[in-house]
């Protein structure tokens, strides 16, 4: 039994380019997958962020968006586009990430998986990346103040790299968990040939947690040898856990092997805050054409809200989640797709048709 079925307050991010359109799609099949699941029906806060909240605000990711999320569920964030910033406000972290490193959404879940009626180079890949989200290589986050990258003088940039015991030991156990829901394999993926200290560190990490879940099967691979591996046999793989810029690059690869990065899903989690990002970006050029593919932003939110629904044992918003991707498996499997996808359809033409299957069991 449910213990709770209280009204979600979920936070609506619409960002740049494709954003507003992916994302108010996205809501839209979220109040109907809720509808159909027998849940409440959503209240819905948008915050902006970007162009919009430039305009409004004077910088792309305002102190009021930030309060605005603190009093949420959680919250679905379109794609940004920090690239086309005025050039005072492409400094410091892009919008996503520092929202990341707010609310300390260490976890970045990214699945990867073919879909019937999608032409993939990789047709048995079923695999989930579990990235390492608040340090790394990534030098927007991993520092307490300020950012790792930095040039002492005019010709030379540097940046810093940042691996902790503690990050590395709490990303293994959601790599882990996830694992003993799927196949039963953990691969880490490093680089501890080049970088022993740090990568060294994640692997050995990594690995002593492992070692506490006796019914998996764990391997681990340089980082080159696993591109190499995913493109030759995808199939090969269940979960593979990684830090950050490898998990983001792999993830991407991983994506298309799949059939296209229209259709990558991401959550960002910590143990009580989630946050559903596509993978994609903000594709400027199809902005406003109703082009887009909204599917990876729809899936997202599938595991938005499975983890809502895991967390508060509600069956509801678990079986809301699983209706978004069945609904979106069964448009791909008709033949329904966006131009990505070599399809015809529109951005709302895919969106209704997804709509309409939310509703079958």
Known sequence: MSRTKRTLRLGLI???????????????????????????ASEWVEVPIGHAAIAACGEPLPESTLAALDELDAWILGPHDNASYPSEHRLGAPPGGAIRKRFGLYANIRPARSFPGVRAAAPDIDLVIVRENSEGFYADRNM??????????????????????????????????????????????HKANVLPMTMGLFRDVCAEVAAGYPGLEIDDEHVDAAAAHLVRSPGDYDVVVTENLFGDILSD???????????????????????????????PTLAGRNRA????????????????????????????????DR???????????????????STSEFTEQVRARVHRR
Do not use: K, Y
């Open 14 to 40: 619409e960002g740049d380019g494709i954003g507003p359109e992916v994302v108010q799609a996205t809501r839209a099949v979220v109040d109907e997958a809720l509808q159909a699941a027998g849940a409440p």
């Open 144 to 189: 307490f103040a300020g950012s790792g990258e930095f040039r002492p003088t005019p010709d030379v940039a540097m940046a810093v790299g940042v691996v902790t015991r503690s990050a590395c030991e709490r990303i293994a156990h959601q790599a882990c968990r996830l694992a003993t829901g799927r196949r039963g394999r953990v691969t880490i993926v």
């Open 253 to 283: 690869l991983a994506g298309e092997l799949a059939g296209s990065l229209g259709l990558a899903a991401s959550l960002n989690c910590s143990t009580d805050r989630a946050m559903a990002q596509a993978v994609h970006g903000a594709a």
């Open 293 to 324: 593919n909204p599917g990876a932003l729809h899936l997202s939110a599938a595991m938005l809200l499975r983890w809502l629904g895991t967390r508060a044992d509600d069956r509801t918003l678990i079986g809301a989640g699983d209706r978004i």
């Open 327 to 345: 609904a979106v498996a069964a448009t791909l499997q008709a033949g329904i797709a966006t131009a990505d996808l070599g399809g015809l359809a």
